[in-house]
């Protein structure tokens, strides 16, 4: 990257979250251009600056501009930044590939485990381009894209293998209202992201049915004790699930009207099919989609994941909401760890 210029980035594509980190880079002084699939989107960033697909009332920056392009968006790119379903990354990203450059840094803002593989999203990005682990990072935490939006304070964690690599994604994304810390454990950071979602359906079932705030805040708490059991299983280390990675993305996700695994939950606990709650919900909920895939990284490490598994049922129509809740209550009582 050449030190005469700001930092490039591509952010594919401009959703919720991808938008949201569009800005918080152009904010941050990086040379910023959104990927987006639909034309009218590109064309309403680049003479309105906003986003009426996702944020019609709010302003981005004027120096924020779109493309449906590719290849144009990748073009000297120091950073591609992908914030797409996890499960139609493998397709998207091996079209992607051929124009990405040789010394890009990708970005994954992905929470969630693809199926059929049970890999993670950088896991992912590294098969299909050939591009070494070093030279991608995962940014996550407790982000929701309204706030962000608002220019609300938020913080995240920015994961990578190379040090070096987290920090020049650090300071590509470090504004005054957001702060990004670096760390090198990859799976905890991804494993806390995508798990959290799962967790977040739990919550929300719970809030739908009427069950109150002890048993939503039960849920939260041993949420994350099974998340740090499947993460520390798969060689992370403990300290970053109390991170904002872990914990601070979980009581968002799981707290708050504005996610997306939250409200599909509540709409299943209010009962809703899942087909209903996924009307309802509309945009991509990465929970439901991974919940089957995170149980299968559970059992290939033989580590216990109640709540994941009473959650699986569900959405699969293996339970009623009356034996998921009895499923949970019923379990053997034991220390607490």
């Known amino acids: 990257m050449s030190q005469h210029r700001p930092a490039r980035a591509a952010v594919f594509s401009a959703g919720s979250w991808g938008t949201a980190l569009a ?10 251009i959104a990927y987006a699939r639909r034309g009218e989107i590109a064309d309403a960033i680049n003479s309105e600056h906003r986003n009426p697909g996702y944020f019609p009332d709010v302003d981005l920056p004027q120096t924020l501009t779109a493309t449906t392009d590719p290849a144009t968006a990748l073009d000297g790119a120091d950073f591609l930044v992908l914030s797409i379903p996890a ?10 590939a051929p124009h990405i450059g040789r010394d890009t840094v990708i970005v994954s803002l992905m929470k969630g485990i693809e199926r059929d593989t049970d890999l993670r999203a950088s896991e992912v990005i590294t098969e299909v381009t050939g591009i070494p682990a070093e030279r991608v990072a995962v940014l996550s935490g ?28 650090q300071r590509a994304c470090h504004t005054s209202y957001f702060r990004p810390y670096t760390s090198t454990d990859v799976t905890g950071c991804e494993l806390g992201g995508a798990v959290k979602n799962v967790i977040a359906l739990a919550v929300g079932i719970a809030s739908g049915m009427g069950l109150g705030h002890n048993a939503q805040a039960m849920l939260i708490t041993r949420g994350l004790a099974e998340t740090t059991r499947l993460a520390v299983a798969m060689g992370a280390h403990p300290a970053p699930l109390a991170g904002l990675a ?28 899942v087909e209903e709650a996924t009307a309802a919900t509309r945009q991509t909920t990465e929970g439901v989609k991974s919940a089957e895939a995170i149980l299968g990284l559970a059992q290939a490490h033989g580590v216990d994941m109640p ?5 699986t049922a569900l959405l699969k129509g293996k339970v009623t ?17």
């Open 87 to 96: 499960q139609s990354l493998r397709e998207s990203l091996a079209s992607w």
């Open 23 to 32: 800005k918080i880079m152009t904010d941050a002084g990086t040379d910023v």
């Open 246 to 273: 872990g914990l601070g993305d979980l009581i968002a996700t799981c707290s708050s009207p504005l996610s997306r695994n939250r409200t599909f939950g509540t709409h299943l606990g209010k009962g809703l099919s």
């Open 142 to 169: 407790p982000n929701l894209a309204r706030e962000i939006m608002a220019g609300r304070p938020a913080a995240a964690t920015v994961a990578c293998p190379d040090e070096a690599t987290a920090i020049r994604v």
């Open 307 to 311: 709540i994941t598994d009473v959650v």
């Open 321 to 337: 909401l009356e034996q998921a809740t009895a499923a949970l209550m019923q379990r053997p009582p034991k220390p607490e760890r």
